[in-house]
């Protein structure tokens, strides 16, 4: 069979190499390769703790808070402390407004830019995609491509009031939030988010969140899409039913969810868990049986290539047979999984879009479509954290961390499920290990053979004649929304 050789990709974080064998105008296997080796897990070895929490967030420019939560818990955890309500509840902001900006950007200058290229020039809505989402152009920029850069640039505002600075935001402690927020500030923060709900319900829906994240099943979307004015979903849904993106680009049918954003009173705003394509219901994800095989991937083995992440080991063999990558590969159980916005409401429970992956497999629709489905679900929950704020109650405890010890902290970036497990040994770093939601989703094949979430997704992909970087590729790999600088550490 014939090799095609697709990379590096544009408008993905990081570099990215896919190997795709071609048969008969479709993809009979596909290879994912990270090709850049960083050594985030190592550079941390041998240092105070407390050097985690600017190291961390370098680890990437996008999903820096993200990073810098998990890091918090894991060293909350080790050091036995519960954050106090309002650092909670604005630690869960950041994370909101970084993820909810990711997912913005994802769908504005990531994804839809793809349908304005010339290979859809004859389709009736080339023109309209063109006059909205053109990254760059003989006209220039498309319309609400520039709208949207500016209500994410607004939106940003939010992390100076809340933590000081994104990216690399430095207010976050295992004991909560350094940064205090008086009343004036909470005042300017609703102000902001309500600016935020404005263009997402003027111009993305074109609808109230509320009458959106209240969907619930493929028949009321379509009534829905019926009623409503011409908003960018509806656009969007619009011309995924002509390009058939429902079916395209399948996943392993498995995900899973750290759960999202913990309340004071112990419960999640987006439930966790493993759900099953068919499954009737989610079910507890047990972090035992999660681990990380090097088979495949530039990293040594030591005698054991599966090994849990508290036990991990990220040691470099450039030269090693056989491997393809620098990712590892994580299983659940020994199985593939897939991670992401699509995996939280499926957790979670959405219904419309559970019964879109029952009725019609997962695609690049569905995961699309969740991450819209997220934005208005989480921006009224924000409005509902900022109310909930106590100014003058505290906002960080101490957290003294112990010379000895292990600790586990999860969270979910916008692009999925993180976890960090680490160690200290004499008060100083023995052990830290990542598993980013890159690393699920763009895993290379496991010592049993099996592919990675992606690499199923682009098995029986069409290439068309001449296609040197294949468009139905394109729209799977974007799907995922891929952060490639996350994938080795």
């Not at 949207?148 to 809340?162: D, E, I, N, S, V």
């Not at 680490?422 to 890159?438: K, M, S, V, Y």
């Not at 895993?443 to 979430?453: E, I, L, N, T």
């Amino acid at each position: 069979m014939p090799r095609l050789i697709v990379g590096p990709f544009n408008r993905v974080e990081g570099d990215l190499e896919v190997r795709l064998d071609i048969a008969d105008g479709r993809v009979r296997s596909a290879e994912v390769c990270a090709p850049m080796y960083r050594g985030f897990e190592q550079i941390l070895l041998g240092r105070p703790a407390g050097d985690a929490l600017v190291i961390v967030p370098r680890i990437c420019g996008i999903c820096s808070v993200s990073q810098s939560v998990a890091a918090t818990r894991a060293l909350a955890d080790l050091a036995g402390v519960q954050q106090p309500p309002n650092g909670l509840l604005a630690t869960n902001l950041m994370l909101a407004c970084e993820n909810l900006a990711d997912h913005l950007t994802h769908f504005y200058l990531f994804f839809m830019p793809d349908f304005t290229r010339e290979v859809y020039a004859t389709r009736p809505w080339f023109v309209e995609a063109r006059r909205r989402f053109a990254a760059l152009s003989p006209e220039g920029c498309g319309e609400h491509h520039r709208l949207a850069t500016a209500a994410r640039a607004r939106w940003f505002t939010l992390m100076g009031l809340l933590g000081g600075k994104w990216p690399h935001t430095g207010s976050l402690e295992a004991g909560g939030s350094a940064r205090a927020i008086d009343a004036a500030e909470r005042l300017r923060l609703l102000a902001r988010v309500r600016e935020f709900r404005s263009f997402l319900e003027r111009t993305l829906f074109g609808a109230p969140l509320e009458a959106v994240a209240a969907l619930s099943s493929l028949a009321e979307l379509a009534r829905w899409r019926a009623e409503r004015p011409d908003g960018d979903l509806r656009f969007f849904l619009d011309l995924a039913d002509e390009l058939g993106l429902a079916r395209l680009g399948p996943g392993p049918g498995l995900w899973i969810s750290h759960g999202a954003y913990p309340q004071p009173d112990g419960t999640r705003a987006i439930g966790g868990g493993v759900w099953r394509a068919g499954a009737p219901a989610t079910v507890a994800l047990e972090l035992s049986r999660i681990t990380e095989d090097v088979t495949r991937a530039w990293l040594a083995a030591d005698g054991e290539p599966a090994r849990h992440p508290a036990r991990g080991l990220t040691l470099p063999d450039a030269d090693k047979p056989g491997a393809y990558s620098w990712n590892k590969a994580p299983r659940l159980g020994g199985e593939v999984a897939e991670t992401g916005a699509l995996a939280r409401q499926l957790a979670d429970g959405q219904p419309l879009l559970r019964e879109l992956v029952t009725r019609e497999g997962t695609g690049v629709l569905a995961r699309v479509l969740a991450r819209l489905m997220e934005l208005a679900r989480v921006v009224p929950l924000m409005e509902g954290w900022l109310k909930a704020i106590r100014p003058g109650e505290p906002f960080c405890r101490p957290a003294p961390l112990p010379a000895d010890g292990q600790g586990c902290g999860l969270t979910e970036a916008a692009r999925g499920a993180l976890g960090h497990w680490i160690a200290l040994q004499g008060g100083r770093i023995r052990h830290w290990q990542i598993i980013a939601p890159t690393s699920w989703n763009f895993s290379p094949r496991d010592a049993a053979g099996r592919p990675g979430a992606l690499e199923q997704a682009l098995e029986d992909a069409p290439v068309q004649p001449g296609e040197t970087t294949p468009v139905a590729v394109q729209h799977i790999v974007r799907s995922f929304d891929p952060c490639m600088v996350c994938t080795v550490h």
